[in-house]
């Protein structure tokens, strides 16, 4: 889900989600672009070489991954 090209429908099902989210984003680091998944309070969990690789992961840790630009 795209956080700046979404639906009500996307908001509130992120809202009444019961999976807690986490934000996945990109940052750059030594090694380049990287993408980070977050928690909901700004804290780094992990870090992936694709967003794709840190979308699945979060899923895979049942959470509920948004993507931010």
Not at 20 to 42: E, F, L, Q
Not at 46 to 60: E, V
């Amino acid at each position: 889900m795209d956080i700046l090209n979404n639906t009500d429908s996307d908001v509130c099902s992120i809202i009444l989600s019961p999976l807690p989210a986490a934000y996945v984003r990109p940052v750059i680091t030594d090694k380049g672009r990287n993408y980070a998944v977050c928690s909901a309070d700004g804290t780094q969990l992990a870090l992936f070489a694709t967003q794709d690789a840190a979308y699945f992961a979060a899923k895979q840790h049942d959470l509920e991954p948004v993507l931010l630009n």
